[in-house]
């Protein structure tokens, strides 16, 4: 596929974190009923469960889905098939990780071929931070979390972007923990107006720059 400059790289963007769902997805009703399999959870894979995520709570369920919306903006999962299994375990129940793990392959492939050789070298900036969550639906056992995030993507090769969405985490609960059962499709902003600075900064000095400050934990 062409490389068609910023405008493709946003719709590569919005897959690789917030589309990433199967074309027979549907969504939940506001409503949410527990599911008799909603613990069948026998095997997850070791997590912290002594902070807020671990919450029987809409705050925990909130927490839990910005983690992991935020984890989809991870630069490793452009290179690493190690990373992006590593990363579906963790995200996701196992009826959900047979369904996940192919679109990640799919997705972060096509993104990390996109970029090229800036994937390759480690030179990429991708974060995602979440700005404020709506919960849109909870019970016990399951929830729905709507989350307003940023998005940044640049390469020393292209000018940097930011993409503001709404993205959807469908979670449940089970091992003890908030897990996502499925991500919603993203929708557009809300946007704000950005000032544009006098002096914009070169790719490569952005890149460099970003990569001298580490991420806050989740």
């Known amino acids: 596929m062409p490389v068609l400059g910023a405008a493709l790289l946003v719709f590569a963007l919005g897959l690789a974190v917030g589309r990433l769902t199967a074309p027979s997805a549907v969504s ?5 009923a527990p599911r008799p399999d909603a613990s069948a959870d026998p095997a997850p894979p070791p997590v912290e469960t002594a902070g ?17 919306l935020s984890s989809l903006a991870d630069p490793r999962l452009l290179s690493s098939p ?11 129940p196992p009826n ?14 096509y993104l990390g071929d996109l970029l090229g050789a800036s994937a390759g070298r480690g030179q990429v900036v991708l974060r995602m931070t979440p700005v404020g969550y709506r919960v849109e639906a909870f019970s016990a ?3 729905s979390v709507a989350v307003w995030q940023v998005t940044l993507l640049a390469t020393p090769e292209r ?25 919603g499709v993203d929708t557009p902003g809300p946007v704000p107006s950005v000032t544009a600075p006098e002096a914009p900064v070169a790719a490569g000095d952005f890149v ?11």
């Open 159 to 183: 000018a940097p972007i930011a993409a503001w969405s709404t993205s959807r985490a469908e979670l449940v609960w089970t091992g003890g923990r908030w897990r996502v059962e499925r991500f």
């Open 208 to 218: 460099a720059s970003a990569q001298g400050f580490s991420p806050f934990p989740p």
């Open 82 to 92: 190690q990373a992006r299994r590593t990363a579906v375990a963790r995200i996701a």
């Open 141 to 143: 056992t399951r929830a």
């Open 28 to 32: 939940e009703p506001t409503t949410i």
């Open 52 to 68: 807020p995520s671990a919450s029987r709570t809409k705050a925990g369920a909130a927490r839990t889905a910005a983690q992991a």
């Open 96 to 109: 959900y990780r047979a369904e996940l793990a192919p679109l990640f392959e799919r997705t972060y492939g």
